[in-house]
């Protein structure tokens, strides 16, 4: 019998889902201004969502249970996952890596044989979410994010593309990290339990992931390759002339230095934090290579993940037994369309408790959480990031839950076209 505080936590859960699609009325409401506007603008955060309606649980479970329990809760979840994206946030989108994948994407753009303006797009679409298997995918998601916004999303207006953009860039972001076992926060929940490792994940999902990819990429560079051609979307030639002196290579170098520590140190919080202290000094050091660090923004996104954390620690009681009852055909869209309301690392850890389970069935449980992890801000660790570095951009500096669900359905359909391909288990 589920206790008092897991149907309050399942309430409170719900109504940070329902504030998250509410963030526009609150941005439209904070630039109006007024006497509060400070309070509009606050909840209109969505990276502050899910936080605060933790500390509202928290407070009451200090109330109901005592100080020592509450305490004694917190101490039991694990906010690794909000402590590593965090620091590859800051670390990811400083100005030496990003140069470093810029030289990378112009370079695998000069081999298409396209043109130049619609090759690079495609390019930042596709390679970069698939680099987020081996760089992880919250790395993946800043650097694509960053390159967006500074060479496509720079100019106002354009709503339609931009939403259309960050709609593919969350599925591909979502897909792209399972070609290993290590780099989608939901395979690295189940990997060990399942005993999945990089070769079955390569074989098993890579191809279909990789494969659904870049159909969602090119689909979206044909679309959009009139404007991408014309120069309506897209850099503007006189502001790369502008650009600052690039970064020597001996920095670039040791940038990518912590960023390959960061990554190797994933499941170390002590590890890559020390790593964190060390580049900011460095970067500190050299502020001349440097754009600002994303130290704010790197912070909200953690809050926003940890306040997921929380919540999600009472969520259990409904998860799994909603799971578990599933067949696997079921279960694929069962779990596709619970990731968009919940975390889906956090459905795959619940999924992997349940014994007695098929092959299919676990091979089901994880295609649907990735394939849903592109259709809201909640369903994927990283997409909080991005939401961040992108949301500036967009009419009243807010994205619409809505639009980005309707942006993100055509992709995910791909992708779930390609993982329910006929397959014997």
């Known amino acids: 019998m ?21 963030v526009p009325v ?8 007024g006497p509060h506007a400070g309070l509009w603008h606050l909840l209109s955060e969505v990276e502050a969502v899910f936080g605060v309606w933790a500390c509202v649980l928290l407070v009451f479970m200090a109330l109901v249970s005592g100080v020592g329990d509450t305490v004694n809760y917190i101490d039991t979840r694990n906010f690794t996952e ?24 112009r370079m695998l753009a000069k081999v298409l044989p396209i043109r130049n303006e619609l090759a ?9 979410p698939l ?25 106002p207006g354009q709503a339609g593309f931009k939403y259309m953009t960050l709609g593919v860039l969350f599925v591909n972001v979502s897909i792209g990290g399972v070609l290993t076992a290590y780099a ?12 999945w490792d990089t070769l079955y994940m390569a074989t098993h999902f890579g191809w279909r992931a990789a494969a659904a990819v870049v159909i969602n990429a090119g689909v979206l560079t044909f679309v959009c390759r009139k404007h991408l051609l014309d120069g309506t979307i897209g850099r503007n030639p006189d502001t790369d002339a502008a650009a600052r002196a690039p970064v020597p290579f001996i920095v670039i170098a040791i940038h990518t230095v912590f960023l390959v520590g ?4 994933a499941h170390h919080p002590i590890v890559f934090l020390g790593f964190l202290m060390l580049f900011i000094g460095y970067a500190h050091a050299y502020q001349r290579h440097q754009n600002p660090l994303l130290i704010r923004e790197g912070l909200m996104v953690g809050f926003f993940l940890a306040g997921l954390v929380v919540l999600g620690g009472l969520q259990k009681w409904w998860l799994q037994e909603l799971l578990a009852g599933l067949s696997p055909v079921v279960l694929y869209w069962g779990a596709t369309a619970l990731t968009a309301v919940t975390d889906n690392a956090a459905l ?11 092959e299919a069935w676990r091979y089901m449980l994880v295609a649907g959480a990735v394939t849903g992890g592109g259709l809201t801000v909640i369903a994927n660790a990283p997409n909080p990031a991005g939401f961040s570095i992108l949301k500036g951009t967009f009419p009243d500096g807010a994205i619409s839950p809505l639009k980005l669900l309707v942006a993100a359905t055509l992709p995910t359909l791909v992708a779930a076209g390609m993982f329910m391909l006929p397959k014997t288990f």
């Open 26 to 33: 609150f941005a439209r409401l904070a630039n109006r201004g």
């Open 348 to 358: 795959t850890y619940l999924g992997s408790l349940v014994e007695g389970t098929s």
């Open 82 to 105: 909000p402590a590593f994206v965090f620091v590859i946030m800051v670390v990811a989108a400083s100005r030496p890596i990003l140069e470093l994948v810029n030289a990378i994407v």
């Open 131 to 155: 680099a987020g298997s081996f760089i992880t995918e919250p790395a993946a998601m800043t650097l694509a994010a960053l390159l967006l916004r500074d060479a496509y999303f720079r100019q």
């Open 2 to 22: 589920p206790s008092f505080l897991e149907y309050l936590a399942t309430a409170l859960f719900a109504i940070a889902v329902i504030h998250t699609f509410s």
């Open 262 to 265: 960061v990554v190797l140190s």
């Open 184 to 195: 989608a926060p939901p395979v690295l929940m189940v990997a060990q339990t399942f005993g």
């Open 120 to 128: 690079m797009f495609f390019v930042t679409m596709a390679f970069v």
